[in-house]
């Protein structure tokens, strides 16, 4: 169960940052640049890994007191989204690890990062209310 979770929780974040990067690699980055696209992109895709975060725990039914589960949930997302980018992406843009990582804006590049580093835990803090553990239908 809570490696499904963690691929639908992978799945709704990656359709939305999979739309958010057309968008702002055909419209914003020619406006204002790479850093800047990027840097306005991340709030967007915090705001859709909260949301899939809690549509998730709550869907799985997973209760506010199981840390471990939730945070499965995030890791698993976490390895399924660094896999999707080094597999698909990486192989859409035509660059090896290495070029990818040394192309990086060192500004937007760290904030992707902590991007990342709040995906993996989100699941852990989504969903705090009282309806907890209630199976969505």
Known sequence: ????AGAVYFVL???VGFALGVIRVVLVVPALGERWAELLETPLMIAASYLA????????????????Q???IGLIGLALLLG?????????RGLSISEYVAGRDPVSGGVYVLALLVFSVMPVFAGRSGAEGVRAS
């Open 13 to 15: 974040v990656f359709a």
């Open 84 to 92: 999707a980018e080094i597999g698909v992406v990486l192989r859409l």
């Open 1 to 4: 169960m809570i490696f499904l």
């Open 53 to 68: 975060a809690r549509w998730t725990v709550r869907r799985f039914g997973v209760p506010v007191d199981r840390i471990a």
């Open 70 to 72: 939730r945070l499965g």
